[in-house]
């Protein structure tokens, strides 16, 4: 079946830096849904891309679709201590399965 | 709206007792179900999920099963805990191709 892998497993950035969690697939995804997790509490959806090449906008963070539909990003700029937690994308099918995630520590 | 209820929140359990932990959806109709378990600083893998009354798909061989007694409850049991089966357990729903919401989730420990 087809996997969602995620990358990198584990980021540290300084407080201000920049940081990017990638989900790649060996198969061309429907879609991609990104969701984040504090700490200690339950993942809450962050957004969902469709089209080929998408870019769409949060504040801070940046998603991307590429342009073969195979892999996303999630970039987020000047990070902040409230970023700290999990990051997850998953491809949308009914199954709803995860990629292993990237835990975001930001050091102040 | 919608909401979803899960608990309890934390769980406390000797090994080789049963479990039963219960989640369950408001306002909305046929949501397709699922239960995760996420170890300390680990992913979410997906144990069960279910597309409607009584029916359940598990995606893992264990200890654990799933029921569906009603559209909108989702019942996650043991009949004898193991230690392994200690975790972060989280009831999810979505509606076909939408995001999904979680419940607070329960922390189980297996003593």
């Known amino acids: 079946g087809q996997q969602v892998m995620q990358i990198p497993q584990y980021q540290h950035v300084q407080e201000g830096e920049d940081f990017t969690t990638y989900c790649n697939s060996s198969t061309t995804l429907s879609n991609i849904q990104w969701y984040k997790q504090r700490p200690g509490g339950h993942p809450v959806f962050l957004i969902q891309?469709?089209?080929?090449?998408e870019v769409k906008k949060q504040k801070r963070l940046t998603f991307q679709f590429g342009e073969a539909k195979k892999n996303s990003s999630l970039h987020i700029t000047a990070t902040q201590t409230t970023d700290v937690g999990t990051y997850f994308c998953r491809d949308r099918d009914d199954k709803i399965i995860f990629g292993k995630g990237t835990r975001l520590h930001i050091l102040p | 709206s919608q909401t979803i209820h899960q608990w309890p929140a934390t769980l406390v359990q000797p090994v080789g007792s049963p479990l039963s932990l219960e989640c369950t959806v408001e306002g909305t109709s046929n949501p397709n179900l699922y239960w995760y378990r996420q170890a300390a600083g680990r992913g979410l893998q997906l144990l069960f999920y279910s597309v409607g009354i009584g029916q359940i798909s598990s995606e893992v061989p264990q200890n654990l099963s799933a029921s569906r007694p009603q559209d909108r409850q989702f019942i996650l049991s043991s009949k004898k805990l193991l230690l392994s089966d200690s975790g972060f357990y989280l009831c999810?729903?979505?509606?076909?191709?939408?995001?999904?919401?979680f419940g607070q989730g329960t922390r189980l420990t297996v003593v």
């Open positions: 999810a729903w979505s509606l076909a191709h939408t995001e999904a919401f």
């Open positions: 891309l469709v089209k080929s090449g």
